[in-house]
């Protein structure tokens, strides 16, 4: 039987990370099944759609999360139906299109095959406000965002069905991507965003003065962190911090994005939001203790590629 490869569905596949997150199960030659919303936009996957199998449905829907599991022995769920700004106008909706689907699929889970379930949680908001940096998977959990309340509970439902149930979970916290293939054009994806309006000439909005600190991890190092929390084990630690370690403020990145690009980006800087925390840097010694991983790519090159994807998409 040629059926021999692992089988991995990812949940939100056609997204950004969930794309990079299945060109690198199938360099693995892991069998990959998509799940992902009605009319999803399958651009991000175009160059491997004769190689997956993709099945659009309604995660909400617990009948269809159920027959999509099938006999697929892992799962990573990147899907997420709000973002910080968005979910804290409306946390109800957060709880019943992020949380409650997500119990259900852990409740499939535990009937079928499933060996381990790798979820992508939010390491820049599920911690807050940061009493120091850079931040441990210790620090205390107080979310300024229902956005991060939802990540953090569904992180502990995985937990507790490690606990109870014989499937593995993991939870990567994962700081703020960045790279080929992100919208320029959505609200979360400051690289894409600034890379864009720089090479296009327009004007960059920036909440605030530009010194807050984020931590910017490329996509790449993201996924091939995801493949290992997939195949190795993981000595009982649940929750892992993904980041580059290094924090980057706005403004210096505005200087990378110069320096790469050779052009001077045009920026406005407006009022600062509540919702915008000061500093968010990752700790990311527990993934390179346990799963001997850490983060390749340096900002220069990350923007460089990311600046030579979108000079091709123009």
């Not at 968005?86 to 699929?105: G, H, M, Q, R, W």
């Not at 993991?170 to 080929?180: I, Q, T």
């Not at 050779?262 to 968010?280: C, M, Q």
Request: one cysteine or more; hydrophobic letters at 40%.
């Amino acid at each position: 039987m040629h059926d021999m490869g692992k089988k991995s569905l990812v949940l939100g596949g056609c997204g950004f990370l969930g794309s990079h997150v299945v060109d690198a199960l199938l360099r693995e030659g892991h069998t990959v099944t998509v799940f992902d919303k009605e009319k999803v936009d399958t651009t991000n996957i175009a160059h491997v759609l004769s190689e997956i199998r993709l099945i659009q449905g309604d995660f909400s829907n617990q009948r269809n999360v159920e027959d999509v599991i099938g006999d697929h022995e892992y799962i990573v769920h990147l899907i997420g139906t709000t973002l910080p700004q968005t979910s804290t106008e409306n946390p109800a909706y957060d709880l019943e299109s992020n949380v409650i689907p997500s119990l259900n699929l852990l409740d499939a889970a535990k009937r079928s095959r499933v060996k381990r379930l790798v979820f992508g949680s939010s390491g820049g908001t599920v911690y807050g406000v940061a009493k120091h940096l850079p931040l441990s998977e210790d620090h205390p959990t107080n979310p300024v965002s229902a956005y991060g309340i939802s990540k953090l509970m569904i992180e502990k439902y995985l937990q507790l069905y490690a606990y109870h149930h014989s499937i593995d979970t993991v939870s990567l916290r994962v700081s703020n991507p960045y790279g080929e293939r992100q919208s320029p054009f959505v609200a979360q994806g400051v690289v894409a965003a600034f890379v864009w309006k720089t090479l296009n000439g327009e004007p960059i909005t920036i909440w605030g003065d530009g010194r807050i600190i984020r931590d910017f991890i490329y996509v790449g190092d993201v996924a091939e962190m995801f493949i290992r929390a997939i195949v190795q084990d993981n000595q009982d630690a649940r929750v892992f911090n993904i980041g580059s370690g290094v924090g980057t403020s706005l403004n210096d990145l505005l200087k990378i994005v110069e320096r790469v690009i050779g052009k001077k980006p045009v920026v406005a800087y407006t009022k600062g939001r509540k919702v915008d925390i000061p500093a968010n840097v990752l700790d990311v010694s527990r993934a390179r203790q346990v799963f001997d991983w850490q983060p390749r790519v340096v900002m220069e090159d990350g923007i460089t590629r990311v600046a030579a994807f979108m000079k091709g998409f123009r």
